[in-house]
């Protein structure tokens, strides 16, 4: 079993930054590929960024490209997402999501994780 708790949401303008964490327990950290999400209010649960067990491979939704990145520290147990230029439409609960994975295996779907994280809201006022 694996559980997955984030942390660092909040309150931002336009514009700005935050940076999430994502600590997994429960199962050696580097097998894991993990995945961040995300869920505005009356909406679906959407992929915003996925990184392999090995690190090499990433990938982002376009509505994120180029101003949110992801990255890991196998050493630490931990996945982060680094949120720059904040949107209004960025607004929503942020879940960390994890999976046993290939080495180079990357995933962006809700259904191909197996274990998820309660959310961390991160607010950006119009």
């Known amino acids: 079993q694996v559980q997955p708790v984030e942390s660092g949401g909040g309150l931002a303008q336009a514009g700005g930054s935050l940076r999430l964490s994502c600590a997994a327990s429960?199962?050696?950290?580097?097998?894991?590929?993990m995945g961040w999400f995300r869920q505005a209010p009356g909406k679906e649960r959407d992929f915003v960024a996925a990184?392999?067990?090995?690190?090499?491979?990433?990938t982002y939704a376009d509505s994120v490209k180029g101003r949110f990145t992801i990255s890991r520290d196998n050493a630490k147990n931990t996945v982060d997402l680094q949120m720059d230029n904040l949107k209004f439409e960025d607004t929503a609960v942020y879940f960390c999501?994890?999976?046993?994975?290939?080495?180079?295996?990357?995933?962006?779907?809700?259904?191909?994780?197996?274990?998820w994280g309660q959310g961390t809201q991160v607010t950006v006022p119009s």
């Open positions: 990184i392999s067990r090995s690190g090499l491979r990433t």
């Open positions: 999501a994890a999976r046993s994975a290939g080495y180079y295996a990357i995933y962006t779907g809700v259904v191909e994780y197996d274990y």
């Open positions: 429960g199962r050696t950290f580097s097998s894991l590929a």
